[in-house]
Every structure is written in structure tokens, then in C-alpha cells.
């Protein structure tokens, strides 16, 4: 009566008084993960290095050796059979010729211990063993589950697999049989239960559906599956928090992404792909997943019907979807113009409001980054009349930030800030999502770190700097990429540049390159290389930083870019004049306020005069202090014409050291002090500080 019996089995005895132990797959490194010893403590490499030096004793797990080895494990999914049975062949074909072939691994893996049992020695051997012990309705179950590429719950799988040969009632009982036979896996999630297929488990049951003449009609059952989840999920979005609407959809990425691969296949069915496309553009769009969805929506458009038979509005939701993803993975170039454009042109034709706000919305941006600050007002104002008769009782706010970002670039802070602050101050949504969908970012966090900005212009750095780090935290709380991008870049990296403080512009950078790599948002990552090249310059690396920055922008200048090209370009020219290359600096300011003068941008106007002034200085021509002089005088009047109190202080402060040089030290001072006494704080900043040092000197 005391005796235990250790048995192991692919399945449970159902033996009184047993006890099961189900033994996992051997454990694999995360994908992301680049370090080569701790990828080497993993269980999965470590059998196969072991297996592969005895095939083959030339192995050597180096970088890249390494890599193609734990691809390898990744994809037979730990299983120890199938990572033996690759190790085998790293003789014939090396290990990265093994790692190309996986896709035929039932072929590839073959060649088992000849002392193994016949069922062990090849990988397809093992599980036609397995599969032909299931019962009938198991099998139908396996092979017709091979359609999911991710976990699935009960409900999803009851809804794909069903038919006249297996009614719903039998598959609760046929997934659990499946479960206990280790063919399907199991966990426990905070609401349901999860159920997927290990990879090499899926590959097998889809050659098993392809085989039974059904792969088209339960690959199709899944796709309208998912098409119909999130026609469903997105009426939810305005009613459930962010985490709980991505906990549930999130989720699903790669069964979107394995039923539009079949949908639009030559065996597939394109209609429902397009049906799908639109349905998952939320999904891609909360994921930050912008060069993803602009090749599914450009592969969906290019399978619409002739012009006179398609859906006019799918075309139209197709349309928009491209030209949000093309802004962020192209910018402002043509073909994103052109999609917003159509796309209104069918809204306006199909008297759809939604769909209207959002193509004024996406080429008002278009507009703004392709600095057409004029034209830009002009939509701004349309989206505004729309919003006021929409239902939507947040439009309103919405065309408030346009019109106050508008007015910002030309230069008109007083009224930019009252714009923001009327947006900011209002009514807004409880529930984030839908805007982010509709907008691509969350509108009300973007105009936070706009504000800063103003705010630092008007003279109140200490709550520039207060409104930049709540709109990073209120990004931060969202979790979108896009958004959080917005926030580092439109705020937090600008005033904390603008303010001089480093430490925290280069946590700001980080983040702002990490994200806009990792999502690939070509947009953002321009503008982080950028501040990534000024911060060089600040910290006095200006070798390397001119080099980045001059690469980054001759790159840009190609394209169209977008609005905050001029501090860029200001950047540039300072530090080329501190490289002994004035002259080179003198052209580069010039071409700024040329370009600022042919787009109506005047916001930076005042900091580009101060600067060619000190330009001026450092050239030394005859009349070069006058001329210095003037250019000084003229940034002060620039800056005081916008309220811009920051861009005033730093022109007296070039004045008031210029006069102070030519022995005109109490107009200096008088100057100087006028503007300094007017800021109540931000005495810790860089400018500042400056300004104080230079009254000190004067007295």
C-alpha cells in the first residue's frame, strides 16, 4: 500500500489516487534576447548544442551561430525530439541551413536514434502515432484548430471548427481530450481559459486539413470569425479602459495576421480580407503598428473591385487608414496628401461626418508637417465649423488644438495657448481609445506638450517644464507609442533642451528613439536623431554632433519634413559657426528664414535673427557690430510682437553682451534688467542664469 509508481504517458492514466505532473517544453530565450551566455543557460540550447557538437564537432556557438540556434529551439517550440532531431543535422546543412528549413520540418526532421522506438525517429512519425490514437471528432478537432495562430478561447474555437460532422456540443469535450494528450496546451487567464497549438503540433494539423479538402472553408470560418470580433471589440472602444479593451484584443495580432495572409492568397477570398483590414485598423493603430497597417491597407485597396462596382465606403475607410499610416512611416509626401484627400472627397460625397473630420484632421497634419501653416489654418477652421454641428461633443475641443497648434507656428502665442488651454480646460473622454483610433494619437495629451512649449516662449519655464512631465505621465498611462512619441518630442525633449536641462533631455531622447525603433515611426525617428545630434552639440561634443545632425537633416531635406525643421536648422548653424565654419553657418540661417518667411512658420523668427547676429559678429566684416546690432534689435521686436518672453530675454542678453563690449555697459544694463524683471521664475534655467551673470558683470 506504500509503494509510488513514477509513470510517465502522453496522457493521463485516471488511475485512483494519481497524481499529474505535466513535464513543459524545455525553456527558450525571449526573441529580443541579445545576450549570448545568458541565451546559453536556457534548456532548449543547451540540448541542442549538445546534440549538434556530437553530429557535428566543428559547432561553435558564436553570435551568429547562436542566433540561428535559438530561432531553431523558438520554433519547434522547446520540444526535446525535435531540437535532437535538428541538432542531427547540422552535418549536412549547417545550423543556419537548418534554421532555413523549418518550414519542411517534417521532412528536415528525420533520422532519429536507430535504438528509438520507430515512432521516435522521425518527427511526422511521432505525431501520426499520436494523431492516429485520437478518436474521430479529436482528429477533426486538431486538424481544423490548425487555423489559429495565437491562443483561442473555447467560444473561438467552438465558433471556427463547428459542422455537420461536429456539433458545437462535442468540442468542449474534444478540446479537453486534446488537452489531456498534450497536443493542445492549456493556461489559465485572469477571465477564461486559453488553449493554442505548440508550432510544430500546428504545422502537422494544417498539412492533416490541407490534406481532408476543408484548409479554404475553415481558413475562411476564421477569418469572419475575427472580422466579426472586432467589428464587434471596436463598438466597445469608447466604453471600456485601454488595458482591458488591449487584454482582450491585443491578444489577437496573429490570428489577424494569419487569416489576411490566406484571405488575400490566390486561394483566399479578398472581400473578406478587406472586411477584416478595416475591422483590425484599431488594433494596429493602438499597437503603434503604423508600417504594418499601411501594407495591409495598400494590399487591401489594390483588391477592390473597377471603380464602378467597388464599395465606395470601405474605399473611403481604406483610404483614411493609409494616409494615418503613410503620415507616420513616410511623413508629408504626396501619397499621404492624396489618400486624406480621396478620402474626403467620398465622405463628402457620402455626407459621412466622421469620416469627414477625420480627413480634415489627416491633412491638416499633412499641412502642418509639410509647414503650410496657412493652408493649414484654413481646415483647422472647416474641421472647426463641422465639429459644431457633429454629435460628437468632443469634434469641438479637437478643432480648438488645431487652430491653437496653427496659430502657434505663425508666431501668435497669446491666442495659441488660449486655444490649447480652452481644449485643455473643457470637457474629455473618460475613455481614450476611440480618439487614438480616429486621430492615431490622443489629441488632449499632444496639446499638453504643446503648451509646454508656449509656455517656455511666454517666460514661465518652471511650468513649461511642470506641463511637459504631465503629458509624458499621461502618455505614459495611455501605453501608445504614437502618443508617447508626440508627448518626448513636441514637449518634454523641446523645453528640456530649451531650458537647459540635459540629464533630463537625454532620458527624454532615449525613450523617444527606443519607441520610434521599435515601432518603426520613421517620423519620430528623425526627429529623435536630431535631438540626439543638439544634445551632442550642448554636452560639447560638437564634432560628432554637427556630423549626426548635418547627415540627419541633408537626409530630410529630400523630403517634405515638418515644423520643427527651423530649430534644427538654427542648431546647425550655431554649431557649424562653432567649428570655425561661419560662413557655412551664415547660409544655413539665411536658408531658414527664407524658409520660414515661404511658409508663414514664424514662431522661431526671433531666435533666427539672434543667431545670425552673433553669426555676423564672429565673421567680422566692417560694420559687422552694426549690422549685428540691427539683427539683435530686430529679434527683440519679432519676439515682443508674439509675446514671446524667453526669445526677448535671449535677444537682449546678445545685445546687452555686444554693447557691454563696446564700453556701453549702463544701456546694457538697462535693457537687460527691464526683460529680466519680468519673469517670476525658472531662475534655475540655463537662460536665466546667463542673463543674471551678465547684470553681475555690468555693474
Same mark, same amino acid.
Given at each position: 500500500?506504500?509503494?509510488? *509508481? !513514477? +509513470?510517465?504517458?502522453?496522457?493521463? =492514466?485516471? $488511475?485512483?489516487?494519481?497524481?499529474?505532473?505535466?513535464? /513543459?517544453? &524545455? +525553456?527558450?530565450?525571449a526573441e529580443d534576447n541579445q545576450d549570448i551566455d545568458d541565451v546559453l543557460r536556457y534548456g532548449a540550447v543547451r540540448l541542442f548544442v549538445s546534440r549538434a557538437r556530437a553530429a557535428e564537432p566543428r559547432y561553435v556557438p558564436d553570435i551568429r551561430v547562436t542566433a540561428a540556434t535559438t530561432a531553431i529551439c523558438r520554433h519547434l517550440d522547446g520540444i526535446p525530439l525535435a531540437i535532437e532531431l535538428a541538432a542531427a543535422r547540422v552535418a549536412a546543412f549547417g545550423v543556419e541551413g537548418v534554421a532555413a528549413r523549418l518550414g519542411d520540418r517534417f521532412h528536415l526532421l528525420t533520422g532519429g536514434r536507430r535504438m528509438a522506438l520507430p515512432h521516435q525517429q522521425t518527427l511526422r512519425a511521432t505525431l501520426d502515432w499520436s494523431y492516429e490514437l485520437l478518436s474521430e471528432p479529436e482528429q477533426i478537432t486538431l486538424r481544423r484548430l490548425a487555423v489559429f495562430a495565437g491562443g483561442f478561447s473555447l467560444e473561438a474555437a467552438t465558433a471556427v471548427v463547428v459542422s455537420h460532422d461536429l456539433p458545437a456540443s462535442e468540442v468542449p469535450d474534444c478540446v479537453a481530450g486534446l488537452v489531456s494528450r498534450s497536443l493542445v496546451s492549456a493556461s489559465a487567464s485572469e477571465l477564461s481559459m486559453q488553449y493554442r497549438l505548440l508550432e510544430t503540433t500546428r504545422a502537422y494539423a494544417r498539412e492533416r486539413l490541407s490534406e481532408s479538402g476543408e484548409l479554404a472553408t475553415f481558413a475562411r470560418r476564421h477569418a469572419e470569425y475575427f472580422s466579426a470580433l472586432f467589428e464587434r471589440g471596436n463598438t466597445e472602444l469608447g466604453a471600456r479602459p485601454v488595458t482591458e479593451w488591449m487584454a482582450g484584443y491585443g491578444k489577437q495580432i496573429d490570428d489577424v495576421r494569419a487569416a489576411l495572409g490566406w484571405a488575400f492568397s490566390?486561394?483566399?477570398?479578398?472581400?473578406?480580407?478587406?472586411?477584416?483590414?478595416?475591422?483590425?485598423?484599431? %488594433?494596429?493603430?493602438? %499597437?503603434? *503598428?503604423?508600417? $504594418?497597417?499601411?501594407?495591409?491597407?495598400?494590399?487591401? *485597396? #489594390?483588391? %477592390? $473591385?473597377?471603380?464602378?462596382?467597388? @464599395?465606395?465606403?470601405?474605399?473611403?475607410? &481604406?483610404?483614411?487608414? %493609409?494616409?494615418?499610416? =503613410?503620415?507616420?512611416?513616410?511623413? #508629408?509626401?504626396?501619397?499621404?496628401? #492624396? +489618400?486624406? #484627400?480621396?478620402? !474626403? $472627397?467620398?465622405?463628402d460625397d457620402l455626407e459621412d461626418t466622421d469620416y469627414r473630420l477625420r480627413a480634415l484632421w489627416g491633412l491638416w497634419v499633412h499641412c502642418m508637417n509639410a509647414s503650410d501653416v496657412r493652408q493649414a489654418i484654413s481646415l483647422a477652421e472647416r474641421f472647426s465649423?463641422?465639429?459644431?454641428?457633429?454629435? @460628437? &461633443? =468632443?469634434?469641438? /475641443?479637437?478643432g480648438d488644438r488645431m487652430i491653437g497648434f496653427a496659430l502657434h507656428f505663425l508666431g501668435k502665442q497669446a491666442d495659441a495657448r488660449r486655444h490649447l488651454a480652452r481644449m485643455l480646460d473643457g470637457p474629455r473622454p473618460s475613455v481614450h481609445v476611440p480618439y487614438i483610433v480616429r486621430f492615431q494619437f490622443d489629441p488632449w495629451v499632444t496639446a499638453r506638450s504643446r503648451l509646454a512649449t508656449i509656455l517656455w516662449l511666454q517666460g514661465h519655464p518652471d511650468q513649461a517644464l511642470a506641463t511637459a512631465q504631465r503629458g509624458v505621465d499621461e502618455a505614459v498611462a495611455l501605453n501608445h507609442a504614437v502618443t508617447l512619441c508626440n508627448a518626448f518630442a513636441q514637449g518634454a525633449c523641446s523645453v528640456a533642451l530649451l531650458t537647459g536641462d540635459l540629464e533630463a533631455a537625454e532620458r527624454f531622447v532615449t525613450v523617444l528613439l527606443e519607441y520610434s525603433e521599435r515601432h518603426g515611426l520613421a517620423f519620430w525617428r528623425a526627429d529623435g536623431r536630431c535631438f540626439r545630434s543638439v544634445l551632442l552639440i550642448k554636452r560639447g561634443d560638437n564634432v560628432r554632433g554637427l556630423d549626426m545632425l548635418s547627415a540627419t537633416l541633408d537626409e530630410l531635406s529630400k523630403t517634405p519634413f515638418h515644423t520643427r525643421y527651423d530649430p534644427f536648422l538654427a542648431e546647425l548653424a550655431e554649431a557649424r559657426c562653432r567649428a570655425g565654419r561661419a560662413p557655412e553657418g551664415l547660409a544655413t540661417i539665411d536658408w531658414a528664414l527664407e524658409r520660414a518667411a515661404a511658409t508663414d512658420g514664424r514662431w522661431y523668427v526671433a531666435e533666427l535673427l539672434r543667431i545670425k547676429g552673433e553669426i555676423v559678429l564672429q565673421l567680422g566684416a566692417p560694420n559687422a557690430a552694426l549690422a549685428a546690432e540691427a539683427l539683435f534689435r530686430e529679434s527683440i521686436d519679432w519676439a515682443q510682437r508674439q509675446d514671446a518672453l524667453s526669445w526677448e530675454l535671449r535677444g537682449a542678453t546678445s545685445l546687452a553682451r555686444l554693447w557691454h563690449g563696446q564700453r556701453r555697459g549702463s544701456q546694457a544694463r538697462v535693457l537687460l534688467s527691464a526683460v529680466y524683471r519680468r519673469f517670476t521664475e525658472g531662475f534655475g534655467t540655463a537662460d536665466l542664469i546667463a542673463a543674471k551673470a551678465l547684470l553681475a558683470s555690468l555693474r
Amino acid at each position: 500500500p506504500a509503494a509510488s *509508481l !513514477l +509513470a510517465t504517458s502522453r496522457e493521463p =492514466l485516471r $488511475e485512483s489516487g494519481e497524481y499529474v505532473y505535466r513535464v /513543459p517544453s &524545455l +525553456a527558450v530565450p525571449a526573441e529580443d534576447n541579445q545576450d549570448i551566455d545568458d541565451v546559453l543557460r536556457y534548456g532548449a540550447v543547451r540540448l541542442f548544442v549538445s546534440r549538434a557538437r556530437a553530429a557535428e564537432p566543428r559547432y561553435v556557438p558564436d553570435i551568429r551561430v547562436t542566433a540561428a540556434t535559438t530561432a531553431i529551439c523558438r520554433h519547434l517550440d522547446g520540444i526535446p525530439l525535435a531540437i535532437e532531431l535538428a541538432a542531427a543535422r547540422v552535418a549536412a546543412f549547417g545550423v543556419e541551413g537548418v534554421a532555413a528549413r523549418l518550414g519542411d520540418r517534417f521532412h528536415l526532421l528525420t533520422g532519429g536514434r536507430r535504438m528509438a522506438l520507430p515512432h521516435q525517429q522521425t518527427l511526422r512519425a511521432t505525431l501520426d502515432w499520436s494523431y492516429e490514437l485520437l478518436s474521430e471528432p479529436e482528429q477533426i478537432t486538431l486538424r481544423r484548430l490548425a487555423v489559429f495562430a495565437g491562443g483561442f478561447s473555447l467560444e473561438a474555437a467552438t465558433a471556427v471548427v463547428v459542422s455537420h460532422d461536429l456539433p458545437a456540443s462535442e468540442v468542449p469535450d474534444c478540446v479537453a481530450g486534446l488537452v489531456s494528450r498534450s497536443l493542445v496546451s492549456a493556461s489559465a487567464s485572469e477571465l477564461s481559459m486559453q488553449y493554442r497549438l505548440l508550432e510544430t503540433t500546428r504545422a502537422y494539423a494544417r498539412e492533416r486539413l490541407s490534406e481532408s479538402g476543408e484548409l479554404a472553408t475553415f481558413a475562411r470560418r476564421h477569418a469572419e470569425y475575427f472580422s466579426a470580433l472586432f467589428e464587434r471589440g471596436n463598438t466597445e472602444l469608447g466604453a471600456r479602459p485601454v488595458t482591458e479593451w488591449m487584454a482582450g484584443y491585443g491578444k489577437q495580432i496573429d490570428d489577424v495576421r494569419a487569416a489576411l495572409g490566406w484571405a488575400f492568397s490566390p486561394s483566399g477570398n479578398a472581400a473578406v480580407g478587406v472586411a477584416l483590414t478595416i475591422a483590425a485598423v484599431p %488594433l494596429w493603430t493602438h %499597437l503603434s *503598428l503604423m508600417e $504594418e497597417c499601411r501594407g495591409r491597407v495598400d494590399q487591401a *485597396l #489594390a483588391s %477592390l $473591385e473597377p471603380a464602378a462596382g467597388r @464599395d465606395r465606403r470601405r474605399e473611403m475607410q &481604406l483610404l483614411a487608414a %493609409l494616409g494615418a499610416a =503613410l503620415m507616420y512611416t513616410k511623413g #508629408a509626401v504626396p501619397e499621404t496628401r #492624396a +489618400a486624406f #484627400a480621396r478620402a !474626403l $472627397e467620398i465622405a463628402d460625397d457620402l455626407e459621412d461626418t466622421d469620416y469627414r473630420l477625420r480627413a480634415l484632421w489627416g491633412l491638416w497634419v499633412h499641412c502642418m508637417n509639410a509647414s503650410d501653416v496657412r493652408q493649414a489654418i484654413s481646415l483647422a477652421e472647416r474641421f472647426s465649423r463641422i465639429a459644431a454641428h457633429s454629435t @460628437d &461633443l =468632443l469634434a469641438s /475641443p479637437v478643432g480648438d488644438r488645431m487652430i491653437g497648434f496653427a496659430l502657434h507656428f505663425l508666431g501668435k502665442q497669446a491666442d495659441a495657448r488660449r486655444h490649447l488651454a480652452r481644449m485643455l480646460d473643457g470637457p474629455r473622454p473618460s475613455v481614450h481609445v476611440p480618439y487614438i483610433v480616429r486621430f492615431q494619437f490622443d489629441p488632449w495629451v499632444t496639446a499638453r506638450s504643446r503648451l509646454a512649449t508656449i509656455l517656455w516662449l511666454q517666460g514661465h519655464p518652471d511650468q513649461a517644464l511642470a506641463t511637459a512631465q504631465r503629458g509624458v505621465d499621461e502618455a505614459v498611462a495611455l501605453n501608445h507609442a504614437v502618443t508617447l512619441c508626440n508627448a518626448f518630442a513636441q514637449g518634454a525633449c523641446s523645453v528640456a533642451l530649451l531650458t537647459g536641462d540635459l540629464e533630463a533631455a537625454e532620458r527624454f531622447v532615449t525613450v523617444l528613439l527606443e519607441y520610434s525603433e521599435r515601432h518603426g515611426l520613421a517620423f519620430w525617428r528623425a526627429d529623435g536623431r536630431c535631438f540626439r545630434s543638439v544634445l551632442l552639440i550642448k554636452r560639447g561634443d560638437n564634432v560628432r554632433g554637427l556630423d549626426m545632425l548635418s547627415a540627419t537633416l541633408d537626409e530630410l531635406s529630400k523630403t517634405p519634413f515638418h515644423t520643427r525643421y527651423d530649430p534644427f536648422l538654427a542648431e546647425l548653424a550655431e554649431a557649424r559657426c562653432r567649428a570655425g565654419r561661419a560662413p557655412e553657418g551664415l547660409a544655413t540661417i539665411d536658408w531658414a528664414l527664407e524658409r520660414a518667411a515661404a511658409t508663414d512658420g514664424r514662431w522661431y523668427v526671433a531666435e533666427l535673427l539672434r543667431i545670425k547676429g552673433e553669426i555676423v559678429l564672429q565673421l567680422g566684416a566692417p560694420n559687422a557690430a552694426l549690422a549685428a546690432e540691427a539683427l539683435f534689435r530686430e529679434s527683440i521686436d519679432w519676439a515682443q510682437r508674439q509675446d514671446a518672453l524667453s526669445w526677448e530675454l535671449r535677444g537682449a542678453t546678445s545685445l546687452a553682451r555686444l554693447w557691454h563690449g563696446q564700453r556701453r555697459g549702463s544701456q546694457a544694463r538697462v535693457l537687460l534688467s527691464a526683460v529680466y524683471r519680468r519673469f517670476t521664475e525658472g531662475f534655475g534655467t540655463a537662460d536665466l542664469i546667463a542673463a543674471k551673470a551678465l547684470l553681475a558683470s555690468l555693474r
